[in-house]
T-cell receptor, first 116, second 114 residues
């Protein structure tokens, strides 16, 4: 079945540095990828929708200059947390779908970011 | 904007009990509804997917129902086991007009005691 891989699965960084998280669809082409954030004991919150070859659409309250999303190919989307701060520490998950209206979204295993 | 609510937030039951988790959503114009399981610190495992035209789906000891008109779904777990302990998330996927995005409930944290 469809597989989405996220890398790294966990990362620790110092405050002020930037961190890049990759989301890859391993056996299908993902025209659209979604990025979510999950704080402890809370649900997943959609951050942005990324369509291949175009700019990401960000949810209200999500800073696009802080969370840079690139979807340059049909199998790879990246989320870069710029100038990370401790409050950015969270669990980030991506999901991908094969095409508009595709029946299934496939989720990655998530990436846990800890900012010291 | 679609809002998804899950009740209860936490549930503890003895092994062997049957249980029901509830999910409600505010906008009935949905593409599908999905139930996930999440273990601590890990990603999501899809349990059941119900299309907007369907009423229920079953997989093993799990049965999910959908009443789109009333904005409700339930996840029924039969003969619960300690291995079922996890957080269960309900997610509603919007129509193409709503960008097909997915909104999650806050989850129900289930503990099944041996």
């Amino acid at each position: 079945g469809a597989v989405v891989s996220q890398h790294p699965s966990w990362v620790i960084c110092k405050s002020g540095t930037s961190v890049k998280i990759e989301c890859r669809s391993l056996d299908f082409q993902a025209t659209t990828m979604f990025w979510y954030r999950q704080f402890p004991k809370q649900s997943l919150m959609l951050m942005a929708t990324s369509n291949e070859g175009s700019k990401a659409t960000y949810e209200q309250g999500v800073e696009k200059d802080k969370f840079l999303i690139n979807h340059a190919s049909l199998t790879l989307s990246t989320l870069t947390v710029t100038s990370a701060h401790p409050e950015d520490s969270s669990f980030y998950i991506c999901s991908a779908r094969a095409g508009a209206g595709a029946n299934v979204l496939t989720f990655g295993a998530g990436s846990r970011l800890t900012v010291l | 904007k679609q809002e998804v609510t899950q009740i209860p937030a936490a549930l503890s039951v003895p092994e062997g009990e049957n249980l029901v988790l509830n999910c409600s959503f505010t906008d009935s114009a949905i593409y599908n509804l999905q139930w996930f399981r999440q273990d601590p610190g890990k990603g999501l495992t899809s349990l059941l997917l119900i299309q907007s035209s369907q009423r229920e789906q079953t997989s093993g000891r799990l049965n999910a129902s959908l009443d789109k008109s009333s904005g409700r779904s339930t996840l029924y777990i039969a003969a619960s086991q300690p291995g079922d302990s996890a957080t269960y998330l309900c997610a509603v996927r919007g129509t193409v007009e709503n960008n097909n995005d997915m909104r999650f409930g806050a989850g129900t944290r289930l503990t099944v005691k041996p």
